[in-house]
């Protein structure tokens, strides 16, 4: 299993923007799609975003559509994702996955195999 350590996360005031990194180590990174996930005080993990293999395919939650944009770089086995407009909803435990399964729909936690440890975004009002 390919291990991932999350950065970024910090306290920020509501409209700033912020960049998530996930770094990728143990395994070869291209063979997996990576994606974003949050969890908030007292909710359920949800989908943010996630990436495809090559980096050609994105899908968002709707939450975010418009606002945060998911990239990735393979040559540096990092996935990032660019938080803008954030507002104090946004506030959450950001964690990011991987996944080596072929033709799931990705926007579900059980399609992940590989979690990092999360990162804190804390957006004030």
């Known amino acids: 299993q390919v291990q991932l350590v999350e950065s970024g996360g910090t306290l920020v005031q509501a409209g700033a923007s912020l960049r998530l990194s996930c770094a990728a180590s143990?395994?070869?990174?291209?063979?997996?799609?990576m994606g974003w996930f949050r969890q908030a005080p007292g909710k359920e993990r949800e989908f943010v975003s996630y990436i495809s293999r090559d980096g050609g395919t994105t899908h968002y939650a709707d939450s975010v559509k418009g606002r945060f944009t998911i990239s990735r770089d393979n040559g540096k086995n990092t996935v990032y994702l660019q938080m803008n407009s954030l507002k104090p909803e946004d506030t959450a435990v950001y964690y990011c996955?991987?996944?080596?399964?072929w033709g799931a729909g990705y926007r579900e936690r059980r399609d992940y195999t590989s979690w990092g440890q999360g990162t804190q975004v804390t957006v004030s009002s």
């Open positions: 996955a991987a996944s080596n399964l």
């Open positions: 143990g395994r070869s990174f291209r063979p997996y799609v």
